[in-house]
T-cell receptor, first 115, second 116 residues
Framework: GDSVTQMEGPVTLSEEAFLTINCTYTATGYPSLFWYVQYPGEGLQLLLKATKADDKGSNKGFEATYRKETTSFHLEKGSVQVSDSAVYFCALSLLLNSGTYKYIFGTGTRLKVLA | NAGVTQTPKFRVLKTGQSMTLLCAQDMNHEYMYWYRQDPGMGLRLIHYSVGEGTTAKGEVPDGYNVSRLKKQNFLLGLESAAPSQTSVYFC???????????????FGPGTRLTVL
């Protein structure tokens, strides 16, 4: 069935280190892909998105490229800051034959950045 | 626009008590969702709605009921609360018909519920 798999955390990095959080998906059809971020005590908020193959989503220095051939949407940032400490969720949205949308979240990856 | 709002923000219940969590959105979204988030378990979908007057079960619906009488509101009810329902509850909405395929979800700030 349709699913999203992301790397387990926690991921602990020093400030200014390079970040990669892996996300792969399984889907029948052509999903849109998303990364959400959840800061402590808050709800999820959209970080970036990509709606078709080879699209690159970017925001706040984070990037992810929609790779259809590897069914992946890895999140990267060149230089993390302490303020990036949060939980990151990969997700997909899929239009079903019924005309409704199906939304699937990964389990989340906690990132901790040390000063 | 307020976006997605949830009331209450915090609540403590005793086992067997009932309560209703209210979610409201002012973005004219068609879809609304209720999730619960427990430590180390990510988000789990409880119930969702694809339009006014319609609801459907998600991954973990037992012990909860929902209603969507108005497009902007989505209510989550606990008829007889149990300690296993201690969690943080998030409401989300998505899909304005004019938004085409992007369909990102907008989340509320959450309700922290403790059942003793």
């Amino acid at each position: 069935g349709d699913s999203v798999t992301q790397m387990e955390g926690p991921v602990t990095l020093s400030e200014e280190a390079f970040l990669t959080i892996n996300c792969t998906y399984t889907a029948t059809g052509y999903p849109s892909l998303f990364w959400y971020v959840q800061y402590p005590g808050e709800g999820l908020q959209l970080l970036l998105k990509a709606t078709k193959a080879d699209d690159k989503g970017s925001n706040k220095g984070f990037e992810a490229t929609y790779r259809k051939e590897t069914t992946s949407f890895h999140l990267e940032k060149g230089s993390v800051q302490v303020s990036d400490s949060a939980v990151y969720f990969c997700a997909l949205s899929l239009l079903l034959n019924s005309g409704t949308y199906k939304y699937i979240f990964g389990t989340g990856t906690r990132l901790k950045v040390l000063a | 626009n307020a976006g997605v709002t949830q009331t209450p923000k915090f609540r403590v219940l005793k086992t067997g008590q009932s309560m209703t969590l209210l979610c409201a959105q002012d973005m004219n979204h068609e879809y609304m969702y209720w999730y619960r988030q427990d430590p180390g378990m990510g988000l789990r979908l409880i119930h969702y709605s694809v339009g006014e007057g319609t609801t459907a079960k998600g991954e973990v619906p037992d012990g909860y009921n929902v209603s969507r009488l108005k497009k902007q509101n989505f209510l989550l009810g606990l008829e007889s609360a149990a300690p296993s329902q201690t969690s943080v509850y998030f409401c989300a909405s998505s899909y304005s018909r004019s938004a085409l395929i992007h369909n990102e979800q907008f989340f509320g700030p959450g309700t922290r519920l403790t059942v003793l």
